[in-house]
């Protein structure tokens, strides 16, 4: 074989064998043959098959692989027509594989004298690639379209500022078509002034690389705009090529923001300042400033909302807000900050004077009528206020010491309001404490007892005593019961007061009996006592437990409150003489109409008050009362004593006036028991048992005392 053949076959076995589709034709583009890969690519049975025939006359053998024979005569038409190679890409043919992508590339065949004699074409698979492509294509359409339905604005811009890309929103915010903004800058478009931020944060970003995030209001195409921008650069092959902002429209947000704090700064009811906005306007106050501070209470809101329903109620809380709004500077910060409670906080009404003066007016506008869904109010407040620096000097007790001076008004009812006053408030704080302190001490039973002796008029026997409550305070010392008393009667604690007393003063005169020390037991009760449905079997207790005989044991109630009592205490007082106690009217001639209720008191005694014996034979008409008293007791057989004698010429005189009894310092003071056990043996009389007159008769029904 001559090496011109040799090389032919070496050509035609290398294209017999390519994994490429290697055809060719007659310039009327009938086959002359192809490569093995086109057969077997195309299920073609062999290159005979194919050999003469056009792409039209194949096609009907392709029977539903729909061949392209238009464009594949068209490219081979080009490629003749022309003379050069022509490429059709992504031509779609049908292969035992399914539908691939080719790229056939059409080559004219010339003979040694250049002319055209045939084709040469070559398929190539380019289905990966052209899927690449597609996926891309289809890619960037995706993201084109995400682009452009963001709603934030996107502008892209190039190293010269200018405009390369944006999107649908950007647009519409600028009302500009797409063709009117691409290659221009942002100083084209926006104002000078904000096209200045952008442009300088564009230079940072240059200068950094460093993303930005800012916040800009400007009007654009008659609109206010008022957008969150966040800037980033672009950077391709480690190299900044432009920048990317993306701006989100936050008007509408900011306007919701300013809605939602409006909501949780304010009561959703009166519109007015919340508590938590007002404490926290109290708290940034300027303290070198001069400020006021008011709390004004609606009177028996409660009350009003039982007898009218909540929305009278709700009504009437804006009706008082807006009566304060009327009357307080404009730049006060105004608050309801409880549910009947109002809040003012002001730097225009700080003085003294100025806070009486504003006191004064809201009393005025809000303390009268008013009429409400045809409901005709009594409308009542009370305020307390307080100033800085004046009497309070620290800001952050402005609100606890407004509170102390409302307290104050609140107790007080014929006070509609209160200024702070340091030194009543630290009167007030030392009660509390001394409040806390009682509390203990009646719990713990750390109260004693005093006992004073009553004397037989005549004889000076020693008939009885009367328990005095007295408490040694661990700090104070001795506090009289002219102190606490009333602290434990205005704090609900005389109750357990009282019975700590009632049992000390039984179990004292049991340990005395057991000495031989025969005398009665006189304990005061509180009105407030009476109240208590138990006290009738605590003291049948008291005297079971400790043994006593029941006429040991007398107890005292001022004149006062038998006149106030009513039918449950007359009842009570009964029970107590059907036990055997005896009742003695202790006070007595400090109240009105006393003799006329005595003709109903099933009294055993009669206590003639100090304030009656400090006055004998220097005021005739306290002399004449006196005489009178006595003189009436005996007639109705109801033994009498005199309290606070401490002048013998005061005893004699109640002597000649026949008065039974004396208790006072002539005799001796309030003693402890060991003392008094000590002083009883001094002068211990041999007619030491006591004597009760019976009372004459009286109608027990007592129905009011």
Partial sequence: MGSKNYLNHILINAIQHLPIGIFWKDIHGQYLGCNKHCLSLFDLPSEQFIIGKTDAQLEPAFKEKQLPTEALYQSDQEALIHGRSVIAKAMTLETIYGHQQFEITKIPLKNRAGKTVGLLGIAIDVSSKFNSEQKLQEKTALLNSIFDALPDFVIYKD??????????????????????????TI????????????????????????????????????????????KHPVIQNNELVGTVSISRDIK???????????????????????????????????????????????????????????????????HVGEQIKKIVPEDAFLARIQGDRFAILTNKASSPDQLNYLCNKLIDKLNRQIAIQGHVIDLAVCIGAANYPNTVQDTNQLLTCSEQALSRSRKHTEQY??????????????????????????????????????????????????????????????????????????????????????????????????Q???????????????????????????????????????????????????HTTGHMLEELINLGVRLAIDDFGTGYCSLSYLKNMPAHKLKIDKSFVDELELDKTTTAITRSVISLARELNITVTAEGVEEESQMKWLQAQQCDQFQGYLFSRPLPSDKFCLWYKQHHATHNNITYLQPAETNMSLPVL
């Fill in 159 to 184: 190293m010269e500022g200018r405009i390369v890309e944006c999107n649908r929103a950007a647009l519409k915010l600028a009302k500009k078509k797409k063709a009117d903004v691409i290659g221009k």
């Fill in 252 to 318: 509408e947000r900011r306007t919701t923001l300013e809605k939602i704090a409006t909501l949780t700064k304010h009561d959703q009811l009166t519109k007015l300042l919340n508590r938590p906005t007002f404490l926290q306007s109290l708290e940034d106050i300027d303290q070198d400033s001069h400020w006021g501070i008011l709390l004004i209470d609606i009177k028996k809101l409660g009350q009003l909302n039982s007898n009218y329903g909540t929305e009278i109620g709700d009504q009437v809380l804006i």
């Fill in 516 to 566: 031989g020390i025969d005398i009665f037991m006189a304990v005061n009760l509180s009105p407030i006592q009476f109240n208590d449905p138990q006290l009738i079997s605590k003291i049948k207790y008291y005297i079971d437990y400790y043994d006593i005989p029941a006429h040991r044991l007398e107890i005292e109630v001022t004149e006062s409150a038998l006149l106030e009592s009513n």
């Fill in 187 to 230: 100083a084209e478009i926006l104002p000078a002034s904000t096209a200045k931020v952008a442009i300088d944060y564009d230079t940072q970003l240059k200068s950094n690389y460093k993303s930005a995030n800012y916040k800009m209001e400007f009007e654009l195409a008659g609109r206010q705009v008022y957008v969150d921008v966040h």
């Fill in 417 to 514: 309001y209160t200024l702070f006053d340091p030194v009543l408030e630290a009167h007030a704080e030392a009660e509390k404490r001394l409040i806390v302190d009682l509390k203990h001490a009646i719990n713990n039973k750390a109260i004693d007892l005093y006992y004073q002796p009553v004397v037989d008029a005549n004889s000076k026997a020693v008939l009885g005593v009367e328990a005095l409550a007295r408490w040694h305070h661990p700090e104070q010392g001795l506090i009289m019961p002219i102190k606490f008393i009333e602290l434990a009667e205005k704090n609900n604690l005389i109750g357990q007061l009282g019975e700590v007393v009632l049992e000390k003063a039984c179990q004292q005169l049991a340990l005395w009996r057991a």
